[in-house]
């Protein structure tokens, strides 16, 4: 894709972000703050989702304008010799008009001269709400000098609006530039957790330490190897027991012959994340109750994945997958039909609970938990009440998002078995989880992260390699 290709994509979007302002609107999207780590180290800067997804441009210090006019106003750091020689060149604001597509630029110390001037005579001002730390005070100081000029005629914006919901709707559903991003994202990823696998294996057979940061290591390697910037979130590498606590991260415990290792990790590239999660047995060979248990979980996938299509709501591939846990677990035994009853009731009275506690998916974008009402827009107002089997709480529900063709989830099931009584020894201290990320199409979805393979005979012969 040629460079201005994708300044257009950056320029469609702001034009839909404009449209959707209504008369007199102008929206404000700042990037996200450098924060400090210690003393006179920052940790490594990441910009905002929202700013990057209608610039794709990824300094700090960056502001954002647009009216619904379709004007476009940035603001970035100026062109600075000594800065750029200590932190790396600026684009500057003489040359972002031609290199984003924006309408003019200007330095971001004009900020609070500026601003007040596009925010006079406007009706609306709209920016994201409760995400950056101080927002809607500055902006209530620009505010401050459009209202010192009501009696020169001018007029100031009466109200405020939350950016969020129109650019959550439009992120939510991924064109063919951010899903080919992600299907390159996925492969990093995928690649990346058949060599952590492989390592695994050939450290146990030739008899030496393993630690879950020597998988970590792998991981980075691979991703940076492959040109991602940095992993999507903290990676989970997690050795035996460690992988019932779910948000592990990967530390120094030993990885034991005839333990399983669950692995949670995906890359970020190029702004898009990925997500995948592999369950192994650290030497290669399931046990039998670790295969057990592992082939429930596939097979609760796969029926989450037959349930991922476009006109499907997103809480199907949850029920399938807990429709498929819930009989598995009283077939495996972890269950006691005479306790808990028959599969329908293990799903009434949620007793899977003890052994999956999550949801089966979330979006994926920008963000590893993407951004996206979760309630289908239209229905918003049809509420229903139930009451919480386990806790006696009294739970609204609305109804779920209907999947339309390019949104991006994961479909992740998992059992985790702590050790407690009535549990069968076994299976104690087993914790599997098997992720995978879907394009949701019109007939089904695309798993995108399959390059690492998830049979557990594929995984075998995977480690015998
Ligand atoms: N890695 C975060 C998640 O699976 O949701
Ligand atoms: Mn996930
Ligand atoms: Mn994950």
């Not at 999550?358 to 938990?369: I, S």
């Amino acid at each position: 894709m040629d460079a201005s290709t994708h300044t257009q994509i950056y320029a469609e979007r702001r034009a839909r972000v404009a449209a959707a302002l209504g008369p007199g609107g102008i929206a404000i999207v700042p990037t996200a703050p450098e924060r400090a780590r210690n003393r006179d180290s920052d940790f490594l800067y990441r910009h905002d989702s929202y700013f990057y997804y209608l610039t794709g441009f990824t300094e700090p210090n960056a502001w954002l304008v647009i009216s619904a006019e379709g004007a476009t106003t940035l603001f970035c750091q100026p062109k600075d010799l000594e800065r750029e020689i200590w932190d790396g060149i600026r684009l500057g604001p003489e040359a972002a008009p031609a290199v984003l597509g924006v309408d003019e630029a200007f330095s971001v110390a004009e900020l609070a001269q500026r601003l007040p001037r596009l925010l006079e005579n406007r009706r609306t001002v709209w920016y994201p709400f409760a995400t950056h730390d101080g927002l809607e005070s500055r902006i209530n100081g620009w505010l401050q000098p459009v209202r010192a000029r009501v009696r020169y005629g001018a007029l100031c914006p009466e109200s405020q609006r939350d950016l969020c919901g129109v650019l959550d709707e439009m992120r939510l559903v991924k064109d063919a530039h951010e899903q080919a991003i992600m299907r390159r994202a996925s492969r990093i990823s995928a690649q990346a957790h058949i060599r952590a696998m492989q390592r695994s294996a050939a450290m146990l057979r030739a008899g030496q330490d393993v630690r879950e940061y020597h998988l970590d290591a792998e991981l980075l390697h691979a991703f940076r190897e492959q040109g991602s910037q940095y992993p999507a979130y903290g990676s989970i590498v997690a050795a035996g027991a460690n992988a019932c606590v779910l948000h592990y991260r990967a530390d120094a415990a030993p990885i034991r012959n005839g333990e399983l290792v669950l692995i949670d990790a995906g890359c970020e590239l190029d702004g898009y994340a990925s997500d995948i999660t592999r369950t192994f047995p650290a030497n290669g060979r399931f046990t039998g109750p670790q295969r057990t248990l592992y082939e429930l979980v596939l097979a609760s996938q796969d029926a989450a994945v037959a349930a991922t299509r476009a006109g499907a709501r997103f809480v199907d591939p949850h029920d399938a997958t807990v429709a498929v846990l819930a009989q598995g677990l009283l077939d495996v035994g972890l269950l006691d039909a005479n306790k808990v009853g028959h599969a329908q009731d293990v799903i009434a009275n949620r007793s899977y609970f003890q052994f999956y506690m999550h949801r089966t998916g979330h979006w994926l974008g920008m963000d590893v938990h993407d951004c996206g009402s979760y309630v289908e827009p239209a229905e918003v107002g049809t509420v229903s009440e139930r009451k919480d089997p386990l806790s006696g709480e009294i739970i609204k529900d609305r109804p779920s998002r209907i999947l339309r063709p390019g949104m991006v989830l994961t479909i992740e099931p998992g059992l985790y078995v702590r050790p407690a009584e009535g549990v069968p020894e076994a299976f104690w201290n087993i914790g599997i989880r098997i992720e995978d990320d879907a394009i949701v199409t019109a007939t089904g979805c695309e798993l995108i992260t399959r390059d690492v393979p998830v049979k557990a005979d594929e995984i075998e012969a995977l480690m015998r390699g």
